[in-house]
């Protein structure tokens, strides 16, 4: 397991890159008198900082995550560790993108119809200005779109390039390159439960990380290898007695 590459400490350090950079754009080219202030280093100084808060906070977020990550792949609070078939690993990889297609779709749909009915709503109470927000609205919903299309083409084709395999900790659950956390950064475990019904049967975490105004929701599911049911469901407990109840 130690042998996987964190990517996410990657990121952490090209975070930190930006960070400095912003941070340079801020106080180096007036300094250096390089530029007059009211030549535009004052206007350079304010996009240096969005650059260097945007860069902290992503450094900050990245550097939990692969700190989570190499606790997982080490092994603590290992429940499980699981490897699969071939044949098993491709019907699941078919199974998720049916799911997660569907899924995003009907998301897609209910967005689309909000921007889309403001957009109309605003064209017809000013339609010379209106006019406006509906081009917003719908250069938004193809925006939307397009990044529900690659997202979910881009786990198809993961899932498609690697075999699986999954580690499932009392921290978290890595599976197939893709880390799932929770108690960590205003995210937390709301329910873990078998899906016997799926062929292979799946264990599906659902966890949420607390928005602005509400809480964003996200699933994690992972496929039980054939003769691992009795694990499946002692995972599941162990989530729900002790995991779940402590956070």
């Known amino acids: 397991m130690s042998s996987i590459k964190n990517k996410k400490r990657r990121t952490a350090n090209r975070s930190l890159i930006f960070l400095l950079l912003g941070l340079f754009m801020m106080f180096g080219p007036i300094n250096l008198g390089w530029v007059d202030g009211m030549g535009g280093g004052f206007a350079l100084a ?38 699969y078939q071939l044949e098993e690993w491709q019907k699941y990889t078919e199974n998720e993108y049916k799911t997660d297609r569907r899924g995003k779709k009907i998301l897609f749909f209910i967005v689309a119809a909000f921007a889309l009915f403001f957009g109309v709503l605003f064209f017809i109470l000013d339609p010379e200005n209106g006019i406006y927000v509906l081009f917003v609205m719908l250069g938004l919903i193809a925006i939307i779109g397009l990044t529900a299309i690659l997202s979910t083409r881009f786990s198809y084709q993961q899932n498609k390039k690697y075999l699986g395999e999954a580690i499932i900790s009392k921290d978290g659950v890595y599976l197939n390159k893709q880390l799932h956390v929770w108690n960590i950064i205003s995210s937390h475990l709301d329910s873990v439960e078998l899906i016997s019904e799926e062929d292979p049967p799946e264990i599906e975490f659902t966890y949420s990380t607390s928005g602005y105004r509400n809480n964003n929701t996200y699933s994690a599911r992972v496929p039980v290898p054939k003769g691992q049911e009795a694990m499946a469901l002692h995972v599941v407990e162990v989530f729900n007695n002790e995991v779940i109840k402590r956070s």
Do not use: P
């Open 46 to 83: 304010v996009f240096g900082l969005l650059i260097a808060v945007t860069g902290f906070v992503s450094w900050i977020i990245f550097l939990k995550l692969a700190r989570r990550q190499d606790a997982i792949l080490s092994g603590k609070n290992l429940i499980v560790h699981w490897k």
